[in-house]
């Protein structure tokens, strides 16, 4: 089955610190790929996506490329903010069902420090 | 564009009664709509998705009799907990796919309705 391992938290950074989020996947097929960010007391938004290898997703300064040698899909920021403080999760979309079913990874608690 | 909403946000309710939440997309249609359910520091699990006008689908291990999903419209879903004990306790979180948008991954999530059972 498919299933999606990313980086236990939680992670503390400074602000304008670097960002890494691994996050690697198992999956049939040629899944689509997503980071999901939850903040405090909201629901879950897209972040970012790639539907295919080697795109690179980015939205707000995170990115994130698909890579399919070696199954992963590591978020990044070249310098977070306070604001970025969150859970970030890493997803799959397997094509083959209709439905576009998504597998989330645990999630990695992301704290910004001013 | 492209909100979920979920009612109520939160609730209490006493062990042995039922509980409907409802997830709402209010500016576009949506056959599919999935519910998740999300414990404390962990992932979300799927429960089931839901196509409008049929049954829903539920995953492997989740109850159907316990927890009912209507999807009667292409704006409603509703879930209900029936007989509520307090390991049912839990965030509750509804999706959905636009209809509009096609081939497409994307799920567009409600904010969460945390349920307490006493």
């Known amino acids: 089955g498919n299933s999606v391992t990313q980086m236990e938290g939680p992670v503390t950074l400074s602000e304008e610190a670097f960002l890494t989020i691994n996050c690697t996947y198992t999956?049939?097929?040629?899944?689509?790929l997503f980071w999901y960010v939850q903040y405090p007391g909201e629901g879950l938004q897209l972040l970012l996506k790639a539907t295919k290898a080697d795109d690179k997703g980015s939205n707000k300064g995170f990115e994130a490329t698909y890579r399919k040698e070696t199954t992963s899909f590591h978020l990044e920021k070249g310098s977070v903010q306070v604001s970025d403080s969150a859970v970030y999760f890493c997803a799959l979309s397997d094509r083959g069902g209709s439905n576009y079913k998504l597998t989330f990874g645990k999630g990695t608690l992301l704290t910004v420090n001013p | 564009g492209a909100v979920v909403s979920q009612h109520p946000s939160w609730v209490i309710c006493k062990s042995g009664t039922s509980v409907k939440i409802e997830c709402r997309s209010l500016d576009f249609q949506a056959t599919t709509m999935f519910w998740y359910r999300q414990f404390p520091k962990q992932s979300l699990m799927l429960m089931a998705t839901?196509?409008?006008?049929?049954?829903?689908?539920?995953e492997q291990g989740v109850e159907k009799d316990k927890f009912l999903i209507n999807h009667a419209s292409l704006t409603l879903s509703t879930l209900t907990v029936t007989s509520a004990h307090p390991e049912d306790s839990s965030f509750y979180i509804c999706?959905?796919?636009?209809?509009?948008?096609?081939?497409?991954?994307?799920?567009?999530f409600g904010p969460g309705t945390r349920l307490t059972v006493t």
């Open positions: 999706s959905a796919r636009d209809l509009g948008e096609g081939i497409t991954y994307e799920q567009y």
């Open positions: 839901s196509n409008e006008g049929s049954k829903a689908t539920y």
């Open positions: 999956a049939t097929g040629y899944p689509s």
